[in-house]
C-alpha cells in the first residue's frame, strides 16, 4: 500500500498494487503540464481509493485520454486512457519511501533540448 497526495492536501489517495518500475514520459504534453519530466507508477483503477478528493479536477487532454489534477495547487496527479482499467500515478505525488524505481524512459523522441537521460537506462522512442 502506498498513499499520495497532490501538493496542498485537497486529493489524497492510497493505491494497492502500484507496479514497482515507473515510466517517465518526455513527451511535450507531459513536460507542459509537469514543468519537466512526468514519472508515473500504473494500477488498475479499482485498486485506487480517495481519502480526500475535494480538489480533484478532470480535464480530457486528447481524444483518448484525460488527466487528474488538484483544481487548488495544480498539481498533476493522474493520466488515464478512455475505457482502460489502468490508471497511471504520478510517481512525484506518491509519500515516500515508496520502494519504486525508475524502468523506462518513454516517448525520448520528443524529449526537450534541455538535458539528457542516462544512456544505461532504457529508453523507447515512441512508446
Ligand atoms: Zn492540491
Ligand atoms: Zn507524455
Aim: hydrophobic share 30%; with cysteine.
Amino acid at each position: 500500500m502506498i498513499t499520495g497526495k497532490c501538493e496542498c492536501g485537497k486529493v489524497e489517495f492510497e493505491v494497492e498494487a502500484a507496479q514497482e518500475t515507473l515510466t517517465v514520459c518526455h513527451c511535450s504534453q507531459c513536460r507542459r503540464i509537469s514543468g519537466h519530466t512526468w514519472a508515473c507508477t500504473h494500477a488498475p483503477i479499482d485498486k485506487l481509493r480517495f481519502s480526500n478528493k475535494d480538489g480533484l479536477g478532470w480535464y480530457e487532454s486528447s481524444s483518448f485520454a484525460r488527466r487528474g489534477f488538484c483544481k487548488f495547487c495544480g498539481s498533476s496527479l493522474f493520466y488515464q486512457r478512455n475505457g482502460q482499467e489502468n490508471i497511471a500515478i504520478a510517481a512525484g505525488s506518491l509519500n515516500g519511501p515508496t520502494g519504486l524505481k525508475v524502468g523506462k524512459h518513454i516517448l525520448v523522441k520528443d524529449k526537450g533540448d534541455y538535458y539528457e537521460i542516462h544512456e544505461n537506462e532504457p529508453q523507447i522512442a515512441c512508446f
